[in-house]
């Protein structure tokens, strides 16, 4: 890994990291910075799993957006830099849609990130009230993805 001007590496540290795995035969990495987790598994039901630190950044709000915190919606915000889809091939229907049900788990969308596609789940179960990015949009770490009011 680079160094870096501080004791803990940068999220670009960890995606230079996982850049140069890309061409190896890892099956799963698990990387821990503070309080937050990036896990990528390879195979065919591989998945991301983000577990974000509290103070997390939030994207502002848009005019007309959701207040997720204030209503008591649960919001899933991007886990790492990428492209988002909302589907998992462009003549599939979409993963979720506003107003409809998930569970805990359930994949929302995918995020590609350095050519690897990262399926993006539920924390909580609910019902879709805002989907924030447009299918195949630039997101950022921190980025809000979804609003969903727990069931």
């Not at 690897?116 to 299918?135: C, K, Q, T």
């Amino acid at each position: 890994m680079p160094a870096s001007s501080s004791k803990e590496p940068t999220l670009a540290d960890l995606l230079e990291a996982l850049d140069q795995l890309a061409g190896t035969e890892f099956h799963e990495v698990d990387l821990r910075v503070g309080g937050a987790r990036l896990r990528v598994a390879r195979g065919p039901a591989a998945t991301v799993a983000a577990a974000l630190p509290a103070a997390a950044p939030a994207a502002p709000a848009d005019d007309g957006a959701v207040d997720a915190a204030a209503s008591g919606l649960e919001t899933v915000t991007a886990p790492m830099v990428g492209t988002f889809y909302r589907r998992p091939r462009p003549e599939a229907e979409p993963f979720v849609s506003v107003g409809d049900r998930v569970r805990k788990g359930q994949v929302l969308c995918i995020i590609e990130a350095m050519k690897l596609m990262n399926n993006i789940e539920a924390e909580h179960s609910g019902e879709i009230v805002e989907i924030v990015p447009e299918d195949g949009s630039a997101v950022q770490f921190g980025d809000r993805l979804f609003a969903i009011r727990p069931a």
